[in-house]
T-cell receptor
Framework: TQLLEQSPQFLSIQEGENLTVYCNSS?????LQWYRQEPGEGPVLLVT?????EVKKLKRLTFQFGDARKDSSLHITAAQPGDTGLYLC??????????FGTGTRLTIIP | DTAVSQTPKYLVTQMGNDKSIKCEQN?????MYWYKQDSKKFLKIMFS???????INETVPNRFSPKSPDKAHLNLHINSLELGDSAVYFC???????????FGNGTRLTVT
């Protein structure tokens, strides 16, 4: 079973600050997805990255896929209370099933 | 229109009982899944169906039995419920295996 480690596990910061969360594996992903989950709801897809070194932006969120396709990061600029939630990465390894990471619980303090 | 809907939202039951959770998707996707999210928020796949055919069957007690009457529906039946079955169960669908998932809002199962 492939393991995706996310760090930090918990992060609590003030509104307006910047932050980065990480998703790491010892194996190469064929693709990687990022989701955000809010309390009482299911995870919602934010982005999919496929190519090593790829950078995608979604408003204040910037996603980067590592050159070797073993890691990914999510950077949030000027965090807002609406960014609060559980951030999950999910990686596909070849034709194996999608595996979810351990999650980062983000809290933005107004 | 809700894309992936599952019922019930909450399920409280006693040990030993049998219960079912229903899921329907109106996205026209071929693949549906059941995931279990534990108290530490870790999401683990249980089953996956593609066009009514079981394609992923993780190491799950055989008290759990999925059923897909058609490609828009995937139900989960659980026999002889145990305390350790308490969790949030998510149904999801995707266009094909490993493409982005669309999740339902979960069923919080509490076994007392």
């Amino acid at each position: 079973t492939q393991l995706l480690e996310q760090s930090p596990q918990f992060l609590s910061i003030q509104e307006g600050e910047n932050l980065t969360v990480y998703c790491n594996s010892s194996s190469v992903f064929s693709s990687l997805q990022w989701y955000r989950q809010e309390p009482g709801e299911g995870p919602v897809l934010l982005v999919t990255v496929v190519t090593g070194g790829e950078v995608k932006k979604l408003k204040r969120l910037t996603f980067q896929f590592g050159d070797a396709r073993k890691d990914s990061s999510l950077h949030i600029t000027a965090a807002q209370p609406g960014d609060t939630g559980l951030y999950l990465c999910a990686g596909a390894f070849g034709n194996e099933k999608l595996t979810f990471g351990t999650g980062t619980r983000l809290t933005i303090i107004p | 229109d809700t894309a992936v809907s599952q019922t019930p939202k909450y399920l409280v039951t006693q040990m030993g009982n049998d219960k079912s959770i229903k899921c329907e998707q109106n996205l026209g996707h071929d693949t549906m899944y059941w995931y279990k999210q534990d108290s530490k928020k870790f999401l683990k796949i249980m089953f996956s169906y593609n066009n009514k055919e079981l394609i992923i069957n993780e190491t799950v007690p055989n008290r759990f039995s999925p059923k897909s009457p058609d490609k828009a529906h995937l139900n989960l039946h659980i026999n002889s419920l145990e305390l350790g079955d308490s969790a949030v169960y998510f149904c999801a669908s995707s266009q094909w295996k490993n493409s982005p998932l669309h999740f339902g809002n979960g069923t919080r199962l509490t076994v007392t």
